[in-house]
């Protein structure tokens, strides 16, 4: 994917969240299975990484654990951190707005973390030698017996998925310009609205998993339409010998 249609491709993604941002976390007041099943795993004395936090939902899950550990959350929109503040979160929470599809969002962040989370947020990177560049830098971001936990939305699994799905000519561009896998898909709450979504393989993702030094610790399906809409990867690195995990 050439540099400008991906740069396109971010910034439909943050008009969206821009315009969107309240009716978004009206979807999502409640933590997703999977996030809820990820949360009851990570030590609560373990310093964590949000990356894409959206409204705080896995926040408000280690809250309700009493997290003792440091969380940093990270998201582009400023209405979803500000909600995402509001809510019941860990005493030791701390909110950073960034664009993780910016090159070189990792520089100023140099503490290591024994778990980054990544959920509902690597569908939305378009390009992927992009994505081969973050999993790269999220590498270099986790401590040496750390772990990662990552969701990605099945959304061709949707019942009415076919009548979601938004020639690219909404967004002048054409099939030729993107990859396989990725999709324009309409909004239709508060307004109506479409997003950037790259649909991942279970094997696509494991791919990505090993071109950043890591392999596969665990895998499942959780969320949404009989529980299958949600596939989610846990990661470490290749050559660590042990994990919190």
């Given amino acids: 994917m050439l540099p400008e249609t991906a740069e396109r491709l971010l910034k439909l993604n943050r008009r969206f969240y821009q315009s969107f941002a309240q009716p978004f976390a009206e979807t999502r007041q409640r933590p997703q299975p999977g ?44 209405s979803l951190l500000a909600i995402a503040r509001d809510g019941d979160v860990p005493h030791n929470a701390a909110w950073l707005q960034l664009d993780l599809g910016l090159s070189g969002w990792w520089e100023s962040l140099d503490q290591p973390y024994d778990v980054i989370c990544a959920f509902a947020f690597l569908h939305h990177l378009p390009g992927s030698a992009r994505r081969r560049a973050w999993a790269e830098a999220v590498r270099h971001l986790l401590a040496p017996d ?71 610790a665990d895998s499942f399906r959780s969320d949404g339409h009989g529980g299958k809409l949600g596939l989610y990867q846990l990661w470490v690195a290749a050559d660590a010998k042990s994990a919190i995990l």
């Fill in 35 to 78: 996030v809820l099943a990820v949360g009851e795993r990570i030590p609560t004395s373990a310093s964590v990484l949000d990356l894409g936090c959206g409204n705080g939902g896995l926040a408000r899950v280690l809250a309700q654990r009493d997290h003792k550990g440091t969380y940093l959350g990270i998201d582009a929109e400023a």
């Fill in 146 to 216: 750390g772990w990662i936990a990552l969701s990605v939305w099945d959304f061709l699994a949707l019942p009415d998925v076919e009548e979601r799905l938004v020639p690219w000519e909404a967004a002048d561009l054409s099939q030729e310009q993107v990859e396989p896998g990725d999709y324009l898909i309409d909004w239709r709450r508060g307004g109506s609205g479409i997003r950037y979504v790259h649909h991942f393989t279970s094997d696509e993702l494991s791919e990505l998993a090993e071109s950043g030094g890591f392999r596969l």
